[in-house]
């Protein structure tokens, strides 16, 4: 009788979690104001340039199972005193993921946040920039079937562990325009 009452638990119990499990999507729109979504370019802002600098040293950083990335990074930088740096990789798996890719083609811009806290994928990439202090990461994630990936959110949680190499520039390297919108 007992097993009979454990089987019917287990028969209800595993579906309705995987119904609570499954992968959210949420789009916004992500603007600055009327004013700066709407401006043309400007023939004063470049249409490419370029900033010179060399690092100053690499840090191989390791984030072990059950690390929230974004929030292991963002710690790192800090203890490690890192205001400028570009990733410059990133392997690993995680457990589930939320990152948020580009989803028009018009200002002002919109973002679509993907969620899986449950999905498990290999780490195969991940690159980017520490803009200040500020993490700037993107990432490529792949399953048996697709690669996908998109800007690293926070709750995307590390399996077996993630190794992530950052070059550290100089603090007089100037990056805060470079993932400005705005300027155009």
Same mark, same amino acid.
């Given at each position: 009788m007992k097993n009979r009452i454990l089987f019917l638990i287990l028969l209800v119990a595993v579906p309705c979690s995987a119904l609570l499990a499954q992968e959210t999507r949420k789009e916004i729109t992500k603007s600055t104001t009327p004013f700066d979504d709407s401006k043309p370019n400007s023939e004063e802002v470049p249409e490419a340039y370029a900033i010179s600098s060399q690092f100053e040293r690499i840090l191989v950083l390791r984030f072990?199972?059950?690390?929230?990335?974004?929030?292991?990074?963002?710690?790192?930088?800090?203890?490690?005193?890192?205001?400028?740096?570009?990733?410059?990789?990133?392997?690993?798996?995680?457990?589930?993921?939320?990152?948020?890719?580009?989803?028009?083609? %018009?200002?002002?811009? &919109?973002?679509?946040?993907?969620?899986?806290? %449950?999905?498990p994928a290999d780490l195969i990439g991940m690159n980017g920039y520490i803009i200040d202090g500020r993490v700037h990461a993107h990432m490529?994630?792949?399953?048996?079937? &697709?690669a996908f990936g998109g800007h690293l959110e926070p709750e995307t949680k590390v399996f077996t562990f993630v190794v992530v190499t950052?070059?550290?520039?100089?603090?007089? %390297?100037?990056?805060?325009?470079?993932?400005?919108? %705005?300027?155009?």
């Amino acid at each position: 009788m007992k097993n009979r009452i454990l089987f019917l638990i287990l028969l209800v119990a595993v579906p309705c979690s995987a119904l609570l499990a499954q992968e959210t999507r949420k789009e916004i729109t992500k603007s600055t104001t009327p004013f700066d979504d709407s401006k043309p370019n400007s023939e004063e802002v470049p249409e490419a340039y370029a900033i010179s600098s060399q690092f100053e040293r690499i840090l191989v950083l390791r984030f072990k199972y059950e690390t929230d990335l974004l929030a292991g990074i963002e710690k790192m930088v800090r203890e490690q005193r890192v205001r400028n740096a570009v990733v410059l990789s990133g392997i690993g798996s995680v457990k589930g993921y939320h990152l948020h890719v580009v989803s028009n083609g %018009t200002l002002p811009s &919109k973002n679509i946040f993907v969620r899986d806290p %449950t999905s498990p994928a290999d780490l195969i990439g991940m690159n980017g920039y520490i803009i200040d202090g500020r993490v700037h990461a993107h990432m490529t994630l792949a399953k048996a079937d &697709k690669a996908f990936g998109g800007h690293l959110e926070p709750e995307t949680k590390v399996f077996t562990f993630v190794v992530v190499t950052l070059g550290v520039l100089n603090d007089e %390297t100037d990056l805060r325009r470079i993932d400005d919108k %705005t300027y155009r």
